[in-house]
């Protein structure tokens, strides 16, 4: 039986996941009534792939191509959910995969709480070469700290206001591949911002709140590939990307914050500025970094600090100039893992 969803993949040079991506779409316990690729003009063998899979989908499947690079997933997500059929979207990035139940499990959910826009599960990672993570990234503890009503022993609604805080103020659950949601709410907001490379799923869940609560399935439903190449892994593009999704939401907040919370953000986001200001400095973007360490400071940061950091612009400059510095380039180029531990951003390469 296929059910009334369409499942959007947004893709570029994604020649070596896509084929597994597709198969775990095909091999769901409910199907979906339609697939929508779209292909943000890569230069691979991609477009040849999925159409080659297309011809024996037991999913119809079509596949839209844009001449030009977005740079980005949003602007290719909000053309397929504009060109889909059916209510109910589940996004789906080209190197993730889904477990077999998760668009009947979130489906389910959504049609039993008709007035809910978004509900969204647990992950799991699969780092390059196979090597899964034990555990998912964050758990349902992790979740219910947000008000919640409990729906069955592993559905729960999370209230609208405290989602919004704790996903702006302190972590975000939502990603491209663990959400499924209703294209009415899409509309009702505007869509998918274009402003956010990385960031837009968490402005889109924060947005989306502004309509009604979230539902969260504890389950495992989605499994992503960490690899050099993930958009995340970039980390002057994240931190550039967080700040201006943290600066705006501070500014104009979905919900109020109160005061624990707004000084809570604040501090994180002279934090990332401060931290923003460094990778600028040691890419040798001296005016960005600049500039960086005076937004630190308008948002709380200490003086010192960033007057200190400010002084080791020109050092990181003409480090900059000698090849040498290409090997740390590579290296905050990859994907590495980084955390806010309260009061500053930690980095483990």
Known sequence: ???DISVVIPTYNGARFIRE??????????????????????????????????????????????????GGPAHPLNIGIKESNYDL???????????SNRLERQASFLFKESGLPLVFGLEMSNHDGGLYREKSFYGSDDVLVIKHRKVSDD??????????????????????????????????IGG?????????????????????AIAFVNQIIKIGCRHKKNLSGDLLSYFCDMVALEKQHLMKPVWPLDETASKTLQSKLAGGYL???????????????????????????????????????????????????FLWKHLYRKSIDYKWDGEKWMVNL
């Open 155 to 188: 559905e729960y609604v999370l209230d609208a206001h405290s989602f919004y805080v704790h996903t702006i103020v302190y972590r975000n659950f939502i990603n491209g591949s663990n959400a499924m949601f209703r294209k009415k709410a899409w509309q009702a």
């Open 1 to 3: 039986m296929n059910a």
């Open 21 to 70: 991506a597709l198969e775990s779409v095909f091999t769901q316990t409910l199907l979906p009534k339609e697939i929508i690729v779209v292909d943000d003009a890569s230069t691979d063998e991609t477009p040849d792939i999925i159409a080659s899979i297309a011809k024996t989908a037991p999913v119809p499947m079509r596949i839209i191509r844009l001449i030009k690079n977005s």
């Open 192 to 212: 998918i911002s274009n402003k956010y490379r990385i960031s837009w799923d968490c402005d889109f869940a924060c947005r989306l709140s502004s309509i009604g």
């Open 275 to 325: 931290f923003l200001g460094y990778l600028e400095a040691i890419m040798g973007n001296a005016l960005r970094s600049i500039s960086a360490y005076r937004h630190a400071y308008k948002f709380g940061a200490d003086i010192n600090k960033c007057v200190i950091n400010a002084f080791k612009i020109i050092p990181h400059k003409i480090v900059h100039s000698y090849p040498r510095f």
């Open 89 to 99: 979207i589940a996004l789906l990035e080209q190197d993730d995969r889904m477990v």
